[in-house]
């Protein structure tokens, strides 16, 4: 898939999340006063408006992985922060000891060693060949996107913090705490109608820029090693 393709897929996807919000904006607040919207209303948006945002960006960012993967290269030709993501699955091991299939006369510390070597072993493997990264591993959303999720993901791909204004990480933590908040029944006060607006806009405003954010990154291909 070229730059092209992938723009048009990302603003298409996002136009049908953009479109849906709008509708129940629409059909919950219509045309009441802003000192009218129902508190239930506005929880209701925002909870659906955190599933677009994680969605949204689960798929942008899986796209980009899906086009580093196409380029079929090795472990020296991407950046470390890459080849990391390419290892999660060595790291997992690594650190809960593997599946515990060792034979019974091998103790805590024989496994763990043994572990080390199996590891490096798998590095050495996996960095002569072209590397794969698994998408759901690497871009795992954990259910909690804001924006710390959002900062790991972008360490994770080798995208430079700095290419994302830090005026969306205060919406997008407002949008998870009041869905968390929602979740768990700890949020029952009435949102400020101003508030909910402004982060509603902010977060929709990310979308947007995520996919400018991915068409530069795999245009500029920020993910090969310098």
């Known amino acids: 898939m070229n730059v092209t393709d ?12 953009i479109d849906e919000l709008r509708h129940l904006r629409n059909e919950l607040l219509g045309s009441q006063e802003t000192s009218e919207w129902p508190v239930s209303a506005m929880r209701a948006i925002l909870v659906m408006q955190y599933a677009h945002l994680e969605g ?6 899986s796209y980009y992985v899906d086009a580093v993967n196409a380029r079929s290269l090795q472990a020296h030709e991407i950046k470390s922060n890459l080849f990391a993501s390419a290892c999660t699955a060595e790291f997992e091991a690594l650190r809960t000891g593997g599946s515990g299939d ?3 006369d091998d ?9 080390q070597v199996e590891f490096v072993e798998k590095l050495r493997s996996i960095s002569q060949t072209v590397v794969s990264i698994d998408p759901e ?3 795992s959303m954990e259910m909690n996107f804001g924006k710390d999720v959002l900062k790991r993901t972008l360490y994770r791909l080798g995208i430079p913090e700095s290419e994302v204004s830090t005026g969306y990480f205060a919406s997008l ?3 998870r705490r009041t869905r968390n ?5 700890s949020r029952k006060e009435r949102i400020d109608p101003g508030v909910f607006n402004a982060h509603r806009a902010k ?14 990154a795999i245009r500029q291909e920020w993910f090969r090693a310098t």
Do not use: N, P, Y
């Open 56 to 61: 949204f960006a689960q798929i942008a960012f």
């Open 6 to 17: 992938l723009r048009e897929r990302l603003e298409e996807d996002l136009a049908w999340r």
């Open 203 to 216: 977060c929709e405003s990310f979308m947007g820029e995520l996919i400018r954010l991915i068409t530069a």
């Open 173 to 175: 933590e407002f949008v």
């Open 107 to 115: 103790g805590r510390l024989s496994r763990r060693a043994k572990k």
């Open 137 to 139: 591993a690497a871009v």
């Open 102 to 104: 060792q034979e019974d």
């Open 181 to 185: 908040d929602i979740a768990h029944g």
